[in-house]
């Protein structure tokens, strides 16, 4: 199974994830693509954005909001 399909699988399972998730998790060290190309198959994926523990910065949490039919 694919890196795209691993976290697919994630997302539809109700969880979110972050890129240093996917590159611990799944190996992917390229979330945004994956999240694109999901996005692009017609997923309905929301982009959180959320401060970083030492408050400089943000980065984004990908959530699944409807699953494709």
């Known amino acids: 199974m ?3 399909q691993q976290i697919l ?4 399972a109700g969880k979110t994830i972050t890129v ?3 590159g ?5 060290y390229s979330l945004t693509g994956v999240i694109s190309r999901l996005r692009k198959n ?3 994926i929301v982009t959180h954005y959320e401060s970083n523990i ?3 910065g943000t980065h984004a949490r990908y959530e699944l909001v409807e699953v494709q039919s």
């Open 42 to 44: 017609g997923y309905d």
């Open 54 to 56: 030492n408050n400089k």
């Open 24 to 28: 611990y998790k799944f190996k992917c």
């Open 20 to 22: 240093i998730e996917a």
């Open 9 to 12: 699988n994630h997302l539809k």
């Open 2 to 4: 694919n890196a795209q």
